[in-house]
T-cell receptor, first 110, second 113 residues
Framework: GQQVQQSPTSLVLQEGENAELQCNFS?????MQWFYQRPGGSLISVFY???GTKQSGRLTSTTVIKERRSSLHISSSQITDSGTYLC????????????FGEGTQVTVIS | ETAVFQTPNYHVTQVGNEVSFNCKQT?????MYWYKQDSKKLLKIMFS???????VNETVPRRFSPQSSDKAHLNLRIKSVEPEDSAVYLC????????????FGPGTRLTVL
């Protein structure tokens, strides 16, 4: 089964609205990252957040490792926030590979 | 600021041809990765490689092979491309052992006709 579950699958926001994206992991993990990707664009690391809460501008990430979940909060959304947000986990081990969720597609409209 | 570089940006080829994609990182990391992003945007690991060890995802067909000259470079060769190889290939790097942030390149979009 899918090891990384993201919700919602997609989201439409009016400019200025807040949103919360969820990521749940079916196995224990070492760390996790949130990424942002525009259509046809690069994968940009938004947060590397193994645990606790981190903030960057209007974005806040909270990871609770024991509960195997992480959230990404977007406050006062802007049109430029539109894109796909992906979470990924690292379960440890030598490979260091990331296992990705399927993403949340965010569309912000005016 | 880009620190993981990939070439080419795009490549169009025909079934059965051989292709090779390049990746270079300037972060001094000792581990590099190749991921495949399919048409549904799902990202999956293909290879993880450092100076000592190549770890291959067992679902990767044998026509794919990573090639490294040093720890800053990890290329990807596809011996005889198939239509299902059409995807975006993303290179990444980090420090060894996991639990470190990974940095991604811009990707190479492959189209197989």
């Amino acid at each position: 089964g899918q090891q990384v579950q993201q919700s919602p699958t997609s989201l439409v926001l009016q400019e200025g609205e807040n949103a919360e994206l969820q990521c749940n992991f079916s196995t224990s993990l070492n760390s996790m990252q949130w990424f942002y990707q525009r259509p046809g664009g690069s994968l940009i690391s938004v947060f590397y957040n193994p645990s606790g809460t981190k903030q960057s501008g209007r974005l806040t990430s909270t990871t609770v490792i024991k509960e195997r979940r992480s959230s990404l909060h977007i406050s006062s959304s802007q049109i430029t926030d539109s894109g796909t947000y992906l979470c990924a986990m690292d379960t440890g081990g030598l490979s260091g590979k990331l296992t990705f969720g399927e993403g949340t597609q965010v569309t912000v409209i005016s | 600021e880009t620190a993981v570089f990939q070439t080419p940006n795009y490549h169009v080829t025909q079934v059965g041809n051989e292709v090779s994609f390049n990746c270079k990182q300037t972060l001094g990391h000792d581990t590099m990765y190749w991921y495949k992003q399919d048409s549904k945007k799902l990202l999956k690991i293909m290879f993880s490689y450092n100076n000592k060890q190549l770890i291959v995802n067992e679902t990767v067909p044998r026509r794919f092979s990573p090639q490294s000259s040093d720890k800053a470079h990890l290329n990807l060769r596809i011996k005889s491309v198939e239509p299902e190889d059409s995807a975006v290939y993303l290179c990444a790097s980090s420090w060894t052992g996991g639990a470190y942030e990974q940095y991604f390149g811009p990707g190479t979009r492959l189209t197989v006709l």
